[in-house]
C-alpha cells in the first residue's frame, strides 16, 4: 500500500462519521480513489492568480475510470478539482445539509475546524497541515477554513454528497461562531 493512501486510510478513521443519513467515508473514498489518479485531473487543471480555480467533475465520465464499487456513491455525489495557489483560500463555511470529503492530491493545505463550543462559551478550534494523500471528511454543518498558507501550488478533489445546495459563511467574534452569509448553488456559484 502507498504511503499516502495508508494516511489518508489513517486520516478516515480518526474522523468518523458524524451524520447517519449521509455517507462520509464513502465520499472519503471516492476522493482518495481520484486524488491517486492524476491522469484523470492533471491535463485539467488551471491556476489562477485572481481566486482559487474549480471544475466539477462529469461523473459519468469519472466512472468509466473508477472502481465499480464506488459507482453507487459517484451517482449521487457531486466531485470537484480546487487549485490553491499560495495565500489563496476560503472563508469559514459549512456546507449546508451536504456531508463530503476533500484529499489533497498536490502540494500542502491548512484547515481550520470550528466547532460551536457549550453555549455562552467559546468555540473549540483546530488547525492541522494536510499534505498530498491526506484526506478529510466530515458531516452535515461541518465548519472550516481551508488555505493554501505554504509557498507551493495546491490541488485538491471535494466530494460532496447529497450535491451542495448551499454553503454558509462565518466569523468569530464575542458571540462565538457568527454567520454572514449564505452562498447558493446556481447563483452565487
Ligand atoms: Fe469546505
Known amino acids: 500500500m502507498s504511503t499516502h493512501l495508508s494516511t489518508a486510510l489513517r486520516d478516515a478513521h480518526a474522523h468518523p462519521a458524524t451524520h447517519p443519513a449521509t455517507r462520509p467515508s ?8 481520484i486524488g491517486v489518479r492524476p491522469d484523470l ?13 474549480t471544475h466539477q467533475f462529469d461523473t459519468d465520465v469519472l466512472a468509466a ?3 465499480p464499487s464506488l459507482h453507487a456513491e459517484l451517482a449521487e455525489a457531486q ?3 480546487l487549485t490553491w495557489l499560495p ?5 469559514l463555511h459549512d456546507h449546508g445539509s451536504s456531508a463530503g470529503a476533500f484529499a489533497v492530491a498536490r502540494g500542502t ?9 457549550r453555549p455562552g462559551g467559546a468555540p473549540r478550534q483546530s488547525t492541522a497541515d494536510l ?27 471535494h466530494v460532496y454528497a447529497p450535491r451542495l445546495t448551499l454553503m454558509n459563511t462565518y466569523r468569530i467574534d464575542a458571540h462565538g461562531l457568527t454567520r454572514t452569509g449564505t452562498e447558493r448553488a446556481g447563483v452565487d456559484w
Open 26 to 33: 464513502s465520499a472519503a473514498a471516492l476522493a482518495v480513489a
Open 41 to 53: 485531473w492533471t491535463d485539467l487543471l488551471e491556476f489562477r492568480e485572481e481566486s482559487r480555480w
Open 65 to 67: 475510470s473508477l472502481d
Open 79 to 81: 466531485v470537484w478539482l
Open 87 to 91: 495565500g489563496q483560500g476560503t472563508p
Open 109 to 117: 493545505l491548512t484547515e481550520r475546524v470550528v466547532a460551536a463550543g
Open 131 to 157: 499534505e498530498a494523500g491526506r484526506v478529510r471528511y466530515f458531516g452535515a454543518h461541518y465548519v472550516h477554513q481551508v488555505v493554501n498558507t505554504l509557498h507551493e501550488p495546491a490541488v485538491s478533489v
